[in-house]
């Protein structure tokens, strides 16, 4: 059975804290995306990565970055949490040129 | 700038009522259309897709869309909904002719009532 695991599904941090969001998928996909879930707004990309070490900006990067330094492994890194990122993070994968993604289930950041 | 409108929020129907969740999108090519659904507490799983050819495609659970090029629309439809079917549903779209950069609708929320 396929699996995209995020380790944490709740979190709470501090303003200015530094946080890192992972997510491991075993299904050898290439491709890796973090996405972003809000109400009412749907889910906007944030980054994605099309192979190890490789990375490119999607609709929000601002304020985040990413670290792909194996297959398997995405992660997600906000430098200095601020409460304007406090939301629903959602991980994902697929083949690389495949029409599926595969989702975790989402970690839950809270920024006080 | 491509989009996808999911113009319904909040819908509820009766179970074993019809359903039809509606999608629009902008893209001047052929667009990858996408349904999915995300169950509380879940990530999304992929209903149903469309890359060319029948323009009604079936898909899991019993869900099935219809392609209108004419319309610019991927409606969702289900002919007898079930209460596990409550859920929120989204349409997606491949950014710049991509199958898997995906953009998003905001969704549309599914209420069952007995």
């Known amino acids: 059975d396929v699996k995209v695991t995020q380790s944490s599904r709740y979190l709470v941090k501090r303003t200015g804290e530094k946080v890192f969001l992972e997510c491991v998928q075993d299904m050898d996909h290439e491709n890796m995306f973090w996405y972003r879930q809000d109400p009412g707004l749907g889910l906007r990309l944030i980054y994605f990565s099309y192979d190890v070490k490789m990375k490119e900006k999607g609709d929000i990067p601002e304020g985040y970055s990413v670290s792909r330094e194996k297959k398997e492994r995405f992660s997600l890194i906000l430098e200095s949490a601020s409460t304007n990122q406090t939301s629903m993070y959602l991980c994902?994968?697929?083949?690389?040129?495949?029409?599926?993604?595969?989702f975790g289930e989402g970690s839950r950041l809270t920024v006080l | 700038a491509q989009s996808v409108t999911q113009p319904d929020i909040h819908i509820t129907v009766s179970e074993g009522a019809s359903l039809e969740l509606r999608c629009n999108y902008s893209?001047?090519?052929?667009?990858?259309l996408f349904w999915y659904v995300q169950s509380p507490g879940q990530g999304l799983q992929l209903l149903l897709k469309y890359f060319s050819g029948d323009t009604l495609v079936q898909g899991i659970k019993g869900f099935e869309a219809e392609f209108k090029r004419s319309q610019s629309s991927f409606n969702l439809r289900k002919p007898s909904v079930h209460w596990s079917d409550a859920a929120e549903y989204f349409c997606?779209?491949?950014?710049?002719?991509?199958?898997?950069?995906?953009?998003f609708g905001t969704g549309t929320l599914l209420a069952v009532q007995p």
């Open positions: 997606a779209v491949g950014r710049g002719g991509a199958t898997n950069k995906l953009i």
């Open positions: 994902a994968s697929s083949f690389r040129e495949a029409g599926e993604l595969f």
């Open positions: 893209y001047g090519a052929t667009p990858y």
